[in-house]
């Protein structure tokens, strides 16, 4: 039974939650290669796209989701909001919410907005990346993507590579990951890690990338964020690909079927050489199209699944 | 005016006092402590069941005034004190402008006597505006009646300057109270380091940040024979480094808050709940026993709310952008008497040294007895009464309280500050 | 799930739903004159099933097997968001409609909502030259302008019952039954049994 009104963290979703969206962003899948990619689904419905920080990809994906299922769409946020002008978070979604929108997608840069949104609206919210928190729809993505490759979960390798520490990508997918019964380990430089990453539930931390990397089936690839290197967390960007890249002359060294990941934008030559990112291991460009597809899935379990009993014991007998 | 308080339980560890009993109280200074004592023109007070002790003084009190009244004034955080109990607080000087000179502590002082709810026993700051680059004026605030010194909000970071600050104040027989913090660790901490950041993608705020200038106070107050009083402690290698001080002879001192003995990082959940970011942060489970079992043994030498006052609008906002900090002085004694006399760790006597005694000697403000001659700064709590701590109930300007919906038993009926009713019955008179 | 304590009657038993799937195949093939360019589409989860069965049918009759696709309406329901049914079976349409006259395959044809949904989603998929509608059982109360050109059986009911069908594929047996609601349940297809 897939009973949620928002997704703040993916702690909120069981693992049956999980697949339940899987499942769905299969269906989504089959739509979105058609000539006409569109359904009347959610036509009506009113989502508010409250992006705060710069985002290209995401907010695209989302975007797209969104009209692909037939919403309006609005997007607040950005240079010429409210927000810029003084206005606080909480004001200008009580604003929204009074124009009557049944949805928020939230990016921020603070960590628990849009968790604070929730508390402050009628509407559904979506956590579109928040601060160094989580990242739940891209752990989704990941993990439709990952479920497609490799058919299964269970037991399966999974090594994340470089800026734990302030990454949310890492603080929703290795949870995600545990969830469904991968084994996940940490690679990243002690200055990269959080204080504690044992509460996000990985099963194995280290500096030595090469020592895990032939046991790995899924390599993902962290970016490295260029404002952090003020902060010097490592001495060069030459080091780094030195210590952490994924270089061609590891290609050699990771197991036969082992893939890619990435959630972009690559830095191409640090966490990432062209060859390993187009080479046929990658299935970066796969997570894009993913992203579309999950999306879709959520937006419509969202917005529909909390308002109907009779659909929930429909969904239950599943 | 005479006051005669009935059939009370009357409680001074330093005049080993505790048996009920009736105090009358004439001219602002006790006259007699004894049995059936009676007084024609008195106003009586009858509070059998109630106990009696020396006013409470909390000596960490943000009264923020002058230049942020919207957070909280003179009036309304010594009203919000007289509802919690206390007779005196000890203001900090981090008000606009900083409580950095002479005028400001009249101005504290003169707003304070104005008011009439509760003594005020301002702190200067040690640097002027807090910057820890040049000496405040401090002897001359000294003269206008500071009674101690501290960059609390924010420390003093250069031990340099911590060490001059502190041969400085020495001559003036006066303490230097340390908010310890060494920003180049802490940076933009906003959660305890560990479990809590990792958890809530928030940056950390080690332990060590802390640590690192307990010890080094500690240093210097060897080095300079100046009174050091450590801010706020909340870990439990803090609490070891006072116990080894205080063992080698050091004029070593710590306070602990409410908050940092009862809630721990566990507490903030995904709700991100902004009254419960505090500088420094909430710790461990096992920092909060650390700190309790340090009240009990005598490593801690009083216990202070850090009251924090702050405006809604500042508080409702995303987690980062909130500040730091929560209200306190109201559910001061209710989280005592329920968090550490009720389970046993203490008993009155002990939360009295903590509360009454230990703040005055601190503070080197005169101290309250309950004996015939003393001043007549006096508390009476029920120590049955239950209640919720709920907004509604608060005097304070602000709120941010992390203790909103606890359930609390004891709490201040009635309050008295030189012979005169501050409180009667759990309402503020005035 | 299933009404077990109901006061049900069948309509329709194994034998004659069988017989009636022949007498529609017949019917489609005269109407269309043979099966060159036709496909059959059923809407999940039981008129595909039907599908199947009329496909293998005609397969029997004239030598060669039309086409058959499956088609979940749920994304183009009209009541998609108030009465939102997350177990999406899925569409399965490997081939072209364009041009083509397909056959839209439905167990029980009531209201008309589904066949209009069924319609809009056969358009996202291309362009057929005609689409008609083959329906095991026609039980009345239209609320949209839909008629079926193949219609297995009428069976007269009233609002406050269920017609339901019941496939061995998916519940074990196959028949056609008639059953009052309970206040509050569902009119519609029979919910899908777990697991499968």
Redesign the interface.
């Known amino acids: 039974m897939f009973n949620h009104k928002h997704l703040l963290t993916i702690d909120d979703l069981s693992r049956e939650d999980i697949m339940c969206v899987l499942e769905h962003a299969q269906m989504f899948e089959e739509v979105n290669n058609r000539p006409i990619k569109k359904l009347p689904t959610l036509r009506g419905k009113t989502i508010c796209n409250l992006f705060l920080e710069p985002s290209t990809r995401t907010r695209g994906s989302f975007e797209l989701a969104e009209k692909r299922l037939s919403c309006d769409s609005l997007n607040a946020g950005g240079s010429a909001s409210s927000t810029v002008k003084g206005e606080s978070l909480i004001d200008t979604v009580k604003t929204l919410t009074s124009m009557k929108v049944d949805m928020f997608i939230v990016r921020h840069k603070y960590a628990g907005t849009p968790a604070l949104v929730a508390q402050n609206t009628t509407a559904s919210v979506i956590d579109a990346g928040d601060g160094k928190h989580e990242h739940p729809t891209q752990a989704l993505l990941d993990l439709y993507t990952i479920w497609k490759a490799k058919g299964s979960f269970d037991g399966l390798k999974v090594g994340i590579v470089g800026d734990i520490a302030h990454s949310r990508v890492a603080g929703s997918l290795v949870p995600a990951l545990k969830k469904m019964g991968a084994e996940v380990t940490l690679i990243a430089p002690a200055t990269l890690l959080p204080a504690r990453p044992d509460v996000l539930g990985a099963d194995r931390v280290t500096p030595h990338f090469d020592e895990v990397l032939p046991d790995l089936d899924v390599v993902y690839m962290l970016r490295i964020q260029m404002e952090r290197i003020e902060e010097a967390p490592f001495p060069s960007l030459r080091e780094y690909n030195l210590l952490y890249g994924l270089t061609e002359a590891r290609d050699k060294s990771m197991k036969e079927d082992a893939i890619i990941c990435h959630p972009g934008p690559i830095n191409r030559g640090v966490e990432l050489d062209s060859y390993m990112a187009d080479s046929s291991r990658s299935v970066i460009v796969d997570q894009v199209f993913s992203g579309v597809c999950v999306r879709m899935a959520l937006i419509y379990l969202l917005l529909g699944g909390a308002q109907n009993e009779v659909s929930h014991k429909k969904c239950a007998s599943n | 005016m005479k006051s005669l308080i009935k059939n009370v339980r009357a409680i001074d560890p330093a005049v080993s006092l505790d048996q009920v009993c009736d105090v009358l109280i004439e001219d602002g200074v006790i006259k007699e402590v004894g049995q059936s004592l009676t007084c024609d023109d008195a106003e009586i007070l009858d509070r059998r069941g109630h106990v009696l002790i020396p006013g409470l003084v909390d000596a960490h009190v943000h009264l923020r005034d002058p230049g942020l009244e919207y957070k909280e004034t003179i009036a309304t955080g010594t009203k919000a004190a007289a509802h919690g109990g206390f007779t005196g607080v000890c203001s900090m000087p981090n008000t606009k402008p900083t409580t950095d000179n002479a005028a400001v502590i009249d101005y504290v002082l003169e707003s304070a006597e104005k008011a009439h709810y509760c003594r005020v026993y301002p702190s200067g700051a040690c640097t002027v505006g807090l910057k820890g680059e040049a000496l405040a004026e401090i002897g001359s605030m000294v003269e206008h009646g500071a009674v101690a010194f501290t960059d609390d909000g924010r420390g003093v970071q250069s031990a340099g300057m911590m060490r001059r600050v502190m041969d400085y104040v020495k001559m003036f027989d006066k303490v230097v109270m340390s908010h310890c913090q060494d920003e180049s660790l802490v940076g933009a901490g906003q959660v305890n380091e560990g479990v809590a950041s990792t958890r809530l993608g928030l940056a950390g705020w080690p332990a060590a940040g802390e640590e690192i200038q307990i010890q080094r106070d500690i240093a210097l107050s060897e080095l300079t024979d100046c009174p050091i009083h450590i801010q706020h402690l909340t870990t439990r290698r803090g609490i070891e480094l006072v116990q080894e001080g205080k063992k080698r002879g050091i004029k070593v001192t710590c306070e602990v808050t409410p908050h940092h003995l009862i809630l721990c990082e566990d507490d903030i959940d995904s709700s991100y709940n902004t009254n419960l970011k505090m500088n420094p942060p909430l710790r461990t489970k096992d920092d909060n026993q650390a700190l309790i079992d340090a009240v009990k043994d005598g490593t801690v030498d009083c216990i202070v709310t850090d009251h924090a006052p702050h405006a809604l609008h500042e508080k409702s906002r995303e987690f980062e952008l909130a500040p730091f900090g929560m209200t306190g002085i109201e559910t001061s004694l209710g989280c005592v008497l329920t968090y550490l006399v009720r389970p046993g760790h203490i008993d009155y006597n002990r939360m009295v040294e903590l509360m009454a005694i230990n703040p005055r000697t601190i503070l080197r403000v005169p101290q309250v007895r309950i004996e015939p001659g003393s001043v007549a700064d006096l508390t009476i709590f029920n120590p049955e009464e239950k209640w919720t701590v709920t907004e509604d109930d608060m005097c304070s300007k602000s709120k941010n309280s992390g203790f909103l919906g606890y359930s609390l038993v004891g709490k201040a009926t009635d309050a008295m500050v030189g012979g005169t009713l501050t409180m009667k019955e759990g309402k503020v008179i005035g | ?1 299933n009404d077990d304590n109901q006061q049900e009657s069948v309509v329709m038993d194994e034998g004659e739903i069988q017989r009636t799937l022949v007498r529609i195949a017949h019917q489609i093939l005269e109407h269309n004159k043979g099966c060159e360019n036709l496909c059959l589409v059923g809407i999940v989860t039981r008129g595909d099933v039907l599908a199947k069965h009329l496909a293998s049918i005609i397969e029997e009759i004239e030598g060669v097997k039309p086409e058959v696709g499956s088609l ?1 309406i ?4 009209d009541d ?9 079976q ?2 399965n349409i490997l081939f072209s409609l364009d041009g083509k006259t397909v056959v839209l395959v439905d167990d029980v044809l009531y209201t008309g909502r589904t066949i209009r949904a069924a319609l ?1 989603a056969l358009m ?3 362009r057929p030259s005609r689409i008609q509608l083959a329906v095991l059982v026609d039980r009345g109360h239209r609320e949209l302008p839909i008629r079926a050109d193949f219609v297995g059986k009428n069976v007269p009911s009233a609002s406050n019952e269920s017609v339901r069908l019941y496939l061995k594929e998916i519940d074990d047996e196959s028949a056609v039954k008639i059953s009052k609601v309970k206040p509050g349940q ?1 009119v519609g297809s029979a ?4 697991g499968r």
């Open positions: 799930m979940d749920s994304f183009y329901r998609a968001v108030i009465n939102l049914a997350p177990i999406v899925g569409t809009d996202d998929f291309g569902r919910p899908v049994k777990r």
